[in-house]
């Protein structure tokens, strides 16, 4: 029976894997190009975060599709998969649960929510939540060197 457990285990942490396309330390270091296409990252999941090169603004990954979400703060889907990114992490989306939330919480309490979904905070986890919201709100990158044209923060709202 311990034997069947370990597989199991094993085989689900070989078939759970996350990519990264470059260290996160890369861009605070102020490495803003790597000329990796996303026909490359595709390769390694179809769902997952990241930014483009010059930080021209976030990468989203969702069912294989990129969407570019810029400092206007609209989500334009990217058809282009020689457009290139400094930094991406994807994985191939695969759940092991699902659980509902039936009320309305707050920020703090959503975040706490998910904390007690995961067994650790020393591992990476992907989620995918679906519902309705009254807004979304998202820090986005804009192409290094410049201003967002409205002089913001860079925090916006991102519309589907």
């Keep these: 029976m311990e034997r069947?457990?370990?597989?199991?285990?094993?085989q689900r942490k070989a078939d759970n894997k996350i990519y990264l396309c470059a260290p996160v330390n890369a861009l605070?270091?102020?490495?803003?190009?790597?000329?990796?296409p996303f026909s490359e990252i595709k390769k390694h999941g179809d769902f997952?975060?990241?930014t483009f090169n010059d930080l021209d603004g976030e990468m989203m990954m969702f069912d294989g599709l990129i969407y570019r979400i810029g400092s206007d703060g609209k989500a334009n889907q990217i058809t282009d998969d020689e457009i290139c990114t400094p930094f991406s992490c994807v994985t191939f989306f695969q759940p092991?649960?699902?659980d509902e939330l039936a009320k309305e919480l707050s920020y703090?309490?959503?975040?706490?929510w998910l904390k007690e979904l995961m067994p650790s905070p020393n591992l990476f986890y992907a989620f995918r939540i679906e519902g309705e919201f009254d807004y979304v709100k998202n820090t986005f990158g804009t192409k290094a060197g410049k201003l967002p044209s409205t002089g913001g923060s860079g925090e916006g709202?991102?519309?589907?």
């Excluded at 069947?4 to 094993?10: D, E, G, N, Q």
């Excluded at 605070?28 to 990796?36: A, F, L, M, S, T």
């Excluded at 703090?108 to 706490?112: V, W």
């Excluded at 709202?157 to 589907?160: E, G, H, K, S």
């Design 157 to 160: 709202t991102a519309n589907f």
């Design 28 to 36: 605070v270091e102020g490495i803003y190009e790597q000329n990796i």
């Design 108 to 112: 703090e309490e959503f975040l706490n």
């Design 48 to 50: 997952g975060l990241g």
């Design 96 to 98: 092991s649960s699902e």
């Design 4 to 10: 069947t457990t370990l597989r199991r285990i094993r």
